[in-house]
């Protein structure tokens, strides 16, 4: 058994010896080409491992501080990290699974939803746009701007379609006046010159946009703990969209919206993990 070198990236390596550290024995390498020594460890250069990495995440992302994430590791893991580095890990590895999600494309049907959220950032009000698809809950684009604008409108819908591959051939938003021109632009065509409803009043049978306003719900639970943003709101939304897409089962289909769009992964953030960090 071998190990890749993390220096020169040889396999002409051998065992060397173990190291101990507060969350247990780390195994060393030599490389017999560039003759130095490393650790085996999927996460190099960081105090941590992959375990405790995931762990932050989950933990962020389901309401718990960064201080708080801080105590767990010391409580479980005898880790002693400061709260700074608990958010540098979160900023750092949710860029890289983030960007390795971003590689698939779900099968998604043509039916979306949008609708945007009001936001807290440093105590002014701003905006998340949401897109969902219909069939398989998969939340296709989630972007933060400070203006609700049809500008950030057809923003919003150009990474939903990169993201799908495709346009949507209807899209359910509300009354907003922001979508109309937006829908327009970016979806009708000369077969599909109307692709846009619009769901205005609790009376109107003909569509609804309960689907995305059950996901906003849940954004909001994560929200309300946090009590507004400082700056991160973007990097967020794009962290809290891979975590529905990918790691919570949705009620409703009992599977992940990403394994409903087709896509082969498990629901795991140390499998997401180490493929984002291995590609």
Request: one cysteine or more.
């Amino acid at each position: 058994m071998t190990q890749i070198c993390q220096i020169c990236n040889s396999n002409n390596t051998r065992k060397d010896s173990q190291r101990k550290t507060s969350i247990g024995l780390k195994q060393r390498w030599y490389c017999k080409d560039c003759k130095k020594r490393f650790t085996e460890n999927a996460l190099p250069n960081i105090k941590g491992n992959e375990d405790t990495v995931i762990l932050a995440i989950d933990l962020y992302l389901k309401g718990v501080s960064y201080r708080g994430i801080q105590d767990s590791m010391k409580q479980f893991y005898g880790l002693d990290i400061s709260h700074i580095t608990v958010m540098n890990w979160i900023n750092r590895f949710m860029k890289e699974i983030n960007r390795y999600v971003k590689s698939m494309t779900p099968e998604v049907g043509d039916y979306w939803h949008a609708d945007e959220q009001f936001i807290k950032v440093k105590g002014k009000i701003q905006y998340i746009w949401n897109v969902l698809d219909a069939r398989t809950r998969f939340l296709l684009a989630s972007n933060a701007t400070p203006k609700r604008t049809t500008k950030a409108a057809r923003e919003t819908f150009q990474l939903a379609k990169t993201i799908a591959n495709k346009k949507a051939k209807t899209v359910v938003t509300d009354g907003s006046f922001s979508y109309e021109k937006a829908v327009r632009k970016e979806f009708a065509t000369y077969k599909n010159p109307k692709p846009h409803k619009r769901y205005v009043s609790l009376r109107n049978k003909e569509c609804s946009n309960n689907k995305l306003e059950r996901f906003h719900g849940t954004f909001r639970q994560r929200d309300k703990v946090m009590k507004g943003f400082k700056g991160n709101q973007k990097q967020f939304a794009e962290n809290f969209q891979t975590y529905y897409n990918f790691i919570k089962p949705h009620m409703s289909i009992d599977l992940t919206p990403a394994q409903k769009a087709g896509i082969k992964q498990k629901p795991e953030w140390k499998d997401l993990l180490l493929k984002a960090v291995q590609k």
